[in-house]
């Protein structure tokens, strides 16, 4: 079984929400918040999409962004059976589907920003 060690915190603040990775952080203030969106999951190279994937079952990517920058983070789901999981909550999947509900009820709350959906 392949294992990712890359652990990823999202951190909601007063101050805005802050993503902790194993060899950098980055904050991005609520008040400097233009857009929360969610968007499919796709993979390029050099600008060109080489896999876009619409399933509801694929990881989904959101992002915030401001003026000049962007935070993006992946929303895991369960893999089925015949899937390789490359990344898995440390709290386990129901623990993890309801911080991220209650996270996304907080950016919408903090920012004024309602989520657009870029599927």
């Not at 101050?15 to 918040?33: A, C, D, I, Y």
């Not at 893999?79 to 623990?95: D, I, K, N, S, T």
């Amino acid at each position: 079984m392949i294992r990712s060690y890359a652990k990823i915190q999202l951190i909601a603040t007063e101050n805005g929400l802050l993503k902790k990775g194993p060899f950098r952080q980055q904050l991005m203030p609520w008040n400097e918040v233009r857009l929360f969106a969610i968007d499919s999951v796709s993979i390029e190279r050099n600008g060109n999409p080489l896999f876009v994937s619409r399933h509801t079952h694929a990881p989904t990517f959101f992002e915030l962004s401001s003026e000049k920058d962007i935070l993006c983070w992946q929303w895991l789901r369960p893999p089925r059976w015949y899937e390789l999981a490359m990344a898995r909550p440390v709290m386990g999947y129901q623990v993890y589907e309801q911080q991220m509900q209650a996270l996304l009820s907080i950016i919408v709350a903090k920012t004024g920003q309602p989520l657009y959906d870029l599927r």
